[in-house]
């Protein structure tokens, strides 16, 4: 059985599965989004079943702090693509 830690400079301070590089974001879209249930996520990624439900209940107590860490995660993701030259821009400099 794991804690909740966060560790600066670390999946960038987001909470995660002591030990792991699993953040509790992860595993909440692992169940909310992408339809996986609890034992599956457990057994997939060798946790303890009580390890995925802590980080359900870490997230349910923390949703601001969560969804912040998401948003952040999200417009990082968005910048990056921008950033990212598309095919017809690279077919055009040559």
Partial sequence: MSEIV???GVMGG??????RRISVVQ???WIHEEGMDPET?????????????RA???YY???????????????RRRESRD???S???VSETR
Avoid: H, K
């Fill in 87 to 89: 095919p017809n821009s």
């Fill in 6 to 8: 966060s560790t600066e």
């Fill in 27 to 29: 595993i909440v879209e």
């Fill in 41 to 53: 996520v457990a057994t997939e990624f060798a946790l303890d079943l009580a390890d995925v439900y």
């Fill in 61 to 75: 107590d923390n949703v601001d702090e969560l969804r912040s860490y998401r948003e952040r995660r999200d417009e």
């Fill in 14 to 19: 987001q909470p995660r599965i002591d030990g």
């Fill in 83 to 85: 950033r990212q030259p």
């Fill in 56 to 58: 359900l209940a870490y």
